[in-house]
């Protein structure tokens, strides 16, 4: 099914004070820096450095699910079907909390619980399984991708790849745009089944507190759907990614979509969680009093 772009409303004079503050914010943080805003069930929104094509990280477990979840709703896949994962096979040096938990095995897992450690856990392990066995490997998501109408994405290497490379994270990249198509599509079920679509709506709301960067500054009670994404640090101590990108449900009951991706900018990491909370808490305090 073919999915038309999205349109992004047309700049009103009162987006653009909000603009010029996260502009300066994006400014006085270095590096580079893209966002994305747009109304999920409302009028509104705009993109800036829309241009430029950031490194996604672990932000492409996102749409991974939704290649995986369309197999689903296809049925040449189950949420209950095992896989068998050798434990040679398991890369006990990268981030992988389904490792962690079952130490020095051989594991059997559902696919369903792949898909829990890869987008809530953000497992690396899980999630390379999952694109090199089950998706059928990078070039075949960022196809199902552009056969969807997303074409501001690029999807390349597998989490075990980039690790050896620090070139090859930028050759999978996103532009904010086609973030929030992604959001989007998930938002209004345009590419899922009802129960695939609530499924992945789930288990992006069940990343842990350590994940937080949209919500930091705003209300604690605030929900929010969303994916994270982080590169290292290399030797100059310049980190390649740290992007948040999510659904975020105003006060007024709305939702807006949020995409901030933050590209070769100093180290340490609370640098990026600090620029990602002060631009969301821009977008939330303009969004949160209109009615």
Request: a positive charge; glycine letters at 8%; one cysteine or more.
């Amino acid at each position: 099914m073919l999915v038309p772009q999205i349109m992004l409303a047309q700049q009103s004079k009162s987006t653009l004070q909000l603009q010029e503050r996260i502009k300066h914010i994006i400014d006085t943080a270095g590096g580079k820096i893209g966002v994305g805003v747009k109304g999920m069930d409302f009028k509104g929104g705009f993109v800036i450095n829309g241009n430029h094509g950031y490194p996604m990280m672990s932000v492409f477990k996102f749409p991974l699910a939704f290649a995986i979840l369309d197999k689903v709703d296809k049925g040449e896949l189950k949420l209950s079907q095992k896989f068998h994962m050798p434990k040679e096979t398991l890369d006990t040096n990268t981030w992988s909390p389904m490792v962690k938990d079952f130490p020095n095995q051989d594991l059997n897992m559902t696919l369903a619980d792949l898909l829990t450690y890869t987008v809530s856990k953000s497992d690396n392990n899980a999630c390379d399984f999952l694109y090199t066995k089950v998706a059928g490997g990078p070039a075949a998501v960022n196809q199902y991708l552009h056969n969807a109408g997303v074409k501001g994405i690029s999807i390349v290497y597998t989490e075990g790849e980039m690790e050896k490379d620090w070139a090859l994270q930028y050759k999978n990249w996103c532009k904010p745009a086609a973030s929030l198509q992604l959001l989007q599509l998930l938002y209004h079920q345009k590419l899922l089944s009802k129960s695939s679509n609530d499924f992945l709506i789930q288990i992006m709301r069940e990343l842990p507190d350590w994940g937080k960067r949209i919500t930091v500054l705003l209300p604690p009670t605030t929900e929010l759907i969303h994916k994270t994404g982080a590169s290292g640090v290399n030797k100059q101590g310049i980190m390649a990614a740290f992007n948040d990108i999510g659904i975020v449900t105003l006060p007024n009951g709305k939702h807006i979509a949020i995409s901030v991706f933050a590209s070769d900018f100093k180290a340490p990491k609370e640098r990026g969680i600090n620029v990602i909370a002060a631009i969301s808490k821009e977008i939330w305090d303009y969004y949160a009093t209109k009615r």
